[in-house]
């Protein structure tokens, strides 16, 4: 909740900016993605060298993908509530919590693919996460149906339900790419 004066909490303003990345310029929506892919990265390759491939490792570990995804849109909807309720302006651009929600669930098929992600040498797992980047961004720029009326959503809401949606959108299609891509850059 904003102080009486109207100013949105310190906690409101990280992780509404991205942990600082909504900043950065030019493209601060790319630069958002940016360091919600790093995020995911560092949580996805932390979860699967401690969790267990069993049956209570594999349902701990999708639990835990679910539940961090959903606290993440639920803490970016707050966040960007707080900071619009500051600023007055709609959808600023250093708001990239919204980029941080839609990334994670375009990579959400690549969560079980850590371990073989970190074992490609040199260029390829950029290669690799690469794409489900470049999904993410081109829906995300795109709004295609109904990502742009979504917006229109009241404060963070609509902030950040865009960016979900355009994320659902992404997730089939990077399903789709990466048993190919993995394959290819596997040689």
Request: aromatic share 12%; with cysteine.
């Amino acid at each position: 909740m904003s102080d009486s004066n109207g100013k949105a909490p310190r906690w409101a303003w990280w992780v509404a900016t991205g942990l600082g990345s909504g900043w950065l310029r030019p493209a601060p929506g790319t630069w958002g993605s940016l360091s919600g892919l790093g995020a995911w990265c560092l949580f996805t390759f932390a979860v699967t060298r401690h969790l267990p491939l069993t049956p209570l490792g594999t349902a701990a570990m999708e639990g835990l993908f679910i539940l961090v995804i959903g606290l993440m849109t639920w803490l970016a909807v707050r966040a960007a509530d707080r900071v619009v309720g500051e600023t007055g302006e709609k959808d600023p651009g250093y708001i990239v919590a919204d980029e941080w929600v839609g990334m994670w669930v375009t990579l959400w098929p690549l969560r079980w693919e850590a371990h073989r992600l970190a074992t490609l040498g040199g260029w390829r797992w950029v290669l690799v996460l690469a794409v489900p980047f470049l999904v993410f961004r081109i829906l995300d720029i795109w709004k295609p149906w109904p990502v742009d009326q979504i917006q229109d959503l009241p404060g963070g809401q609509g902030i950040v339900a865009d960016d979900l949606v355009a994320g659902l959108y992404g997730l089939p299609l990077v399903a789709l790419i990466t048993p190919w891509m993995l394959d290819w850059v596997g040689r």
